[in-house]
Every structure is written in structure tokens, then in C-alpha cells.
């Protein structure tokens, strides 16, 4: 495939019209109202290879009227943490990690939700008494970009998780589409863990099971799309290689951070609602 996509429902759906029906890949789309659910599973190294993605389940949530409503946030909420309640499993302690640079706005999604999360480790060690049974036992961190410290971001997660040995840990990101509609309005849970930088060619190490020695749970937002799928295939050479993204990204990325954000807080505080997280969070 040509065309560079962080998703794997997008990836699916361009192999399966270059090359029709593929082995090793299983895929089922469910629809909730103006909500729709896809389901890929890459069973084998076949699949692997025909997708250009890790063997593993990718979740994908399309909600295009996400911006506006607020029935829609709520169930996208409610239906992240029910995939993260079984990815995650019965967690002890959960790290979260915010990737990307905050300074950029469409690359900031993993700091604010960091900051939006209900972070209650050190009260649950210090203060038990502080904290009821309701609440699970979370940290994250938010270690920003190679460019910014020097070091690369999985050295920074593995000294981190070396040290608290946390029982999973929950990776956000910023991620490239290659369909216009799905920028914004979409997110994608997967257990392979994640590669950062991927969907704008510029790989970093992987943040996974295999380099952090603990399960890994990504959990993404495609924020930009490259121009060129925009163009048509008419743009200018030297404007290719570029991304764009949404005029209101600022309200999208606030938006868009508060959902992932309270759908891992709804996950992970296991006994509280929706509106108990709302009260807190707000």
C-alpha cells in the first residue's frame, strides 16, 4: 500500500481493494445509532504483512457528530471503557502515558488527556484512607518528544515502569488517517501497543510488550491527514510530504482529549459513573 494510515480499519479497507478478500485478517463492523464500531483482528503474520500493522485487535470508533454532541460523548466514553476494561484486565496498577508534543496542537492529544485523568497512585501508597475502594490505583507520565529532552520516549517508559512495575500500561497518541472524515472524529484502541510517529514517517522505537517487558494498550486520535490524499494526487511536488489538519483543531483536540481522557478514567475507576467522573474531573 502507498498510502501511510495509523489505522488499521483504513488499512484493511485499502488492501481489501487492491487485493480483494485477505487470509489472516477478520474484521466486523457494528453500528449504535450515528456510532460506528469496527472490530480487526490480524490473526498471523500474513495478516501482518498484508496490513503493515502488529498481529493483534484493533477497536475502531467512528463518531462524526462527536464535536457537537453530547449524548455522543458520553457513549464514546462509555465504549472505551468497556474495550479498555477488558484489555486492561484486572490491573493492580495502571500507568498511563501521554505521547507527543504538547506544544503542537494536533500532536498534544496524549498530554491533555494526561491531564484530564483522575490520578490517585500516590494517595492509594500514602493515604489509603483517603481514597475508597472505587478508585483503582493510577499514575502517568506525559515525557514529551526526542526533540525536546534528547532521549528517546521508550528509554523514558521503561525507566519509569522499571520503577513502579505498573500491571499495564495505557500509551496515547496522536495518529495520521488517510480519510478525511475520520480525522477528529475517531478513535482506535489496539493491544499491540503503539509506534510513535509512524503515521508522518518519522519511527521511533515501539512502545510495546516486547521493549517495556509489560502489556501495552494503545489507544489513538487521528488528528492530520496528508495533503496529498487531499490533492487528489495533483499536488505539487514540493507540497508533498506535508500534513494538514482541522481549522477548529483547538476545540477538537479539547474535545477529543476529554473523551479518551474520561473513557480511561470510567475504565479504570471501575465503581464510579459517568457523572461522578464529570464532577471530579470538572
Not at 477497536?59 to 464535536?67: G, M, N, Q, R
Not at 503542537?104 to 475502594?133: C, F, Q, W, Y
Not at 494503545?218 to 505539487?236: C, M
Amino acid at each position: 500500500m502507498g498510502i501511510r494510515t495509523d489505522l488499521a480499519v483504513e488499512a484493511h479497507e485499502l488492501a481489501r481493494e487492491e487485493s480483494g478478500e485477505l487470509s489472516g485478517v477478520r474484521a466486523e463492523t457494528m453500528v449504535h445509532g450515528a456510532i460506528t464500531k469496527t472490530v480487526v483482528d490480524i490473526l498471523n503474520e500474513s495478516g501482518a504483512e498484508a496490513l503493515s500493522k502488529a498481529k493483534g485487535r484493533y477497536i475502531t470508533i467512528e463518531a462524526p457528530e462527536l464535536k457537537y454532541s453530547l449524548d455522543d460523548y458520553e457513549t464514546v466514553c462509555e465504549m472505551i471503557a468497556d474495550e479498555l476494561r477488558v484489555m486492561c484486565g484486572e490491573s493492580r496498577l495502571t500507568l498511563v502515558v501521554g505521547l507527543g508534543n504538547r506544544e503542537i496542537t494536533p500532536d498534544a492529544i496524549g498530554s491533555r488527556v494526561v491531564s484530564e485523568l483522575i490520578i490517585t497512585n500516590h494517595l492509594k501508597t500514602h493515604m489509603p484512607e483517603a481514597v475508597g475502594s472505587e478508585f483503582g490505583a493510577v499514575c502517568a507520565a506525559a515525557p514529551g518528544v526526542m526533540g525536546t529532552t534528547g532521549i528517546e520516549t521508550v528509554e523514558i517508559v521503561k525507566g519509569i515502569a522499571g520503577r513502579i512495575k505498573p500491571d499495564v500500561i495505557i500509551a496515547v497518541d496522536a495518529l495520521a488517517g488517510a480519510d478525511i472524515r475520520r480525522v477528529c472524529t475517531t478513535v482506535q484502541l489496539a493491544d499491540t501497543g503503539i509506534q510513535p510517529g509512524s503515521g508522518v514517517g518519522n519511527c521511533r522505537e515501539g512502545l510495546n510488550e516486547e521493549t517495556l517487558g509489560v502489556k501495552v494498550i494503545a489507544v489513538g486520535v487521528p488528528t492530520v491527514i496528508a495533503a496529498e490524499l487531499l490533492g487528489g494526487g495533483s499536488l505539487p511536488e514540493e507540497y508533498r510530504g506535508l500534513m494538514v489538519t482541522t481549522k477548529d483543531i483547538d476545540l477538537v483536540i479539547r474535545r477529543m482529549s476529554k473523551t479518551v481522557a474520561n473513557g480511561i478514567n470510567l475504565a479504570l475507576h471501575k465503581d464510579l459513573t459517568f457523572r461522578d467522573i464529570e464532577s471530579i474531573v470538572d
